[in-house]
């Protein structure tokens, strides 16, 4: 019943921001931590950033300073607003809940949408 829908991606210079946007619906009242995921090719997927309900937040080290994850609960909806993007950003972004700030997320993965970043 829980659906996660990715957006916002697309094809951006090195240095460059993009701003994700993650709606969620569905029975979610028990979801109180969204995290962002990204896949590139030929690597494993990893945890780029969460956030609670309360607003705490984790990062990635490698986007540390960079990226900024927010989340709009009237709205149930999460952010990832992406600056100084490098080619290694490039990858598929999802979103998900999960249950810690460090990772477990559960097993409501959506489309995710594209992030490229190329000169």
């Known amino acids: 019943q829980v659906q996660f829908v990715e957006s916002g991606g697309g094809l951006v210079q090195p240095g460059g921001s993009l701003r994700l946007s993650c709606q969620a619906s569905?029975?979610?009242?028990?979801?109180?931590?969204m995290g962002w995921y990204r896949q590139a090719p030929g690597k494993q997927r990893e945890t780029v950033a969460a956030?609670?309900?309360?607003?705490?937040?984790n990062y990635a080290d490698s986007v540390k300073g960079r990226f900024t994850i927010s989340r709009d609960n009237a709205k149930n909806t999460v952010y990832l607003q992406m600056n100084s993007l490098k080619l290694e950003d490039t990858a598929v972004y999802y979103c998900?809940?999960?249950?810690?700030?460090?990772?477990?997320?559960?097993?409501?993965w959506g489309q995710g949408t594209q992030v490229t970043v190329s000169s």
């Open positions: 956030i609670a309900s309360s607003g705490s937040t």
């Open positions: 569905g029975n979610i009242f028990s979801i109180f931590i």
């Open positions: 998900n809940g999960q249950r810690t700030l460090w990772g477990g997320p559960y097993d409501y």
